[in-house]
């Protein structure tokens, strides 16, 4: 279920597993889901390549709108990159997640963490998401994320939308309430 380049430790949570009851996906084909999952991991894949300038190969068809669409954005928006897709461990609260992206964009001040997206309506629970983002990494790495940026990329290559999210208390009070009653209504017997 994840991959093994990617492990998380024993006894972890996934952030995104915390929110998959609240999600409403059940009306969705499991195979579509798969597909789209599988085609979001590529798309990322190809987005983080680019981003450390190691893009060499043509993305494939059903990706290549995304990725023109990340690209357009990367070249006109970023600043620059701090870091990307590194996964972070909280030892107290047993979550593990990776961000995407961590950095300055051009004509922003302060850091900017940013969830690349490839649905094209925003979810309710990527505020709690990146909200987790910020809470990993403001407690382990010590870094201050000032904007919270989810990135829905065009599947048709046109412009990128920034999603901001600036409720960073209440959004971080949400998360922590989720956890809780995950942890509550997965406790080991």
Not at 14 to 37: Q, S, W, Y
Not at 154 to 170: F, I, L, R, T
């Amino acid at each position: 279920m994840f991959d093994e380049d990617d492990p998380i430790p024993e006894g972890y949570i996934r952030v995104t597993e915390v929110l998959e009851p609240f999600k409403k996906l059940g009306h969705i084909d499991p195979a579509v889901l798969e597909n789209a999952a599988n085609r979001g991991k590529r798309v990322h894949k190809y987005c983080e390549l680019y981003a450390q300038n190691m893009l060499v190969e043509e993305p494939d068809e059903e990706c290549i709108g995304y990725v023109q669409s990340y690209i357009e954005w990367f070249d006109n928006r970023m600043d620059k990159v701090i870091n990307l897709e590194e996964r972070l461990n909280h030892r107290d609260l047993k979550i593990s997640g990776r961000y995407d992206l961590l950095c300055s964009l051009k004509n922003q001040l302060g850091v900017c963490l940013i969830d690349i997206k490839t649905p094209q309506a925003p979810s309710l629970s990527w505020s709690l998401q990146t909200a987790a983002y910020k809470i990993l990494l403001e407690d382990i790495k010590g870094i201050i994320v000032d904007k919270r940026i989810c990135l829905i990329l065009d599947k048709k290559g046109k412009k990128a939308k920034e999603v901001y999210y600036d409720s960073h208390d209440e959004d971080r009070h949400l998360y922590l309430s989720a956890l809780r009653l995950y942890n509550y209504f997965n406790k080991k017997a």
